[in-house]
T-cell receptor, first 115, second 113 residues
Framework: NAGVMQNPRHLVRRRGQEARLRCSPM?????VYWYRQLPEEGLKFMVY????????ESGMPKERFSAEFPKEGPSILRIQQVVRGDSAAYFC?????????????FGPGTRLTVT | QQQVKQSPQSLIVQKGGISIINCAYE??????FPWYQQFPGKGPALLIA?????SEKKEGRFTISFNKSAKQFSLHIMDSQPGDSATYFC????????????FGQGTRLTINP
């Protein structure tokens, strides 16, 4: 009964490169959320997706960031032309149904370092 | 309106003592309040959650107390153990619409043996 899986666990990118973060939700879960955690801070919501649909992207920066959750395969958070300020831990969570129906379970995170 | 304020920022408790962490919210539309535990280098793990139709929920040594009129809720850890040393986050969300979690700033709890 695997939990939420994220890869890679650690990612180092130079400024200007692209970062791709992957998230496989728990079995049977069709709702995916992405959060970002800066050092010594709480988690901040970025985007909420269901299969093939972006439901809420109100926490996503307007430029360089995008997310998808295709019909087949993992959810992908993509950061283009990374800058030092993108260095953070990125967590994916999944739920069985929407919020009140299903609790959100988090993956181990991807720690992105931009040099 | 979307904020959840958490205190204290850090807390040191002796083994066997009671750890208490407090949170306050402003948005009265919030109707789901979970607590997460996070160890260094790991993802947050759901600990316990409450809905506003009850004032208290207990699971083992962990209890959530909820005060709807004051818009406050707290986590109590009874008989605190060194293994409880972690960062704790409160959160809130709405059941309707996009159910994004709004997190507090976190409390770093240290249990001294």
């Amino acid at each position: 009964n695997a939990g939420v899986m994220q890869n890679p666990r650690h990612l180092v990118r130079r400024r200007g490169q692209e970062a791709r973060l992957r998230c496989s939700p728990m079995k049977g879960h069709s709702h995916v959320y992405w959060y970002r955690q800066l050092p010594e801070e709480g988690l901040k919501f970025m985007v909420y997706l269901q299969k093939e649909n972006i439901i809420d992207e109100s926490g996503m920066p307007k430029e360089r960031f995008s997310a998808e959750f295709p019909k087949e395969g993992p959810s992908i958070l993509r950061i283009q032309q990374v800058v030092r300020g993108d260095s953070a831990a990125y967590f994916c969570a999944s739920s069985l149904g929407a919020g009140g129906v299903g609790e959100q379970y988090f993956g181990p995170g991807t720690r992105l370092t931009v040099t | 309106q979307q904020q959840v304020k958490q205190s204290p920022q850090s807390l040191i408790v002796q083994k066997g003592g009671i750890s208490i962490i407090n949170c306050a919210y402003e948005n009265t539309a919030f109707d789901y309040f979970p607590w997460y535990q996070q160890f260094p280098g790991k993802g947050p793990a759901l600990l316990i959650a409450i809905r506003p139709d009850v004032s208290e929920k207990k699971e083992g040594r962990f209890t959530i107390s909820f005060n709807k009129s004051a818009k406050q809720f707290s986590l109590h850890i009874m008989d605190s153990q060194p293994g409880d040393s972690a960062t704790y986050f409160c959160a809130a969300s709405r059941r309707e619409g996009a159910q994004k979690l709004v997190f507090g700033q976190g409390t770093r709890l240290t249990i001294n043996p």
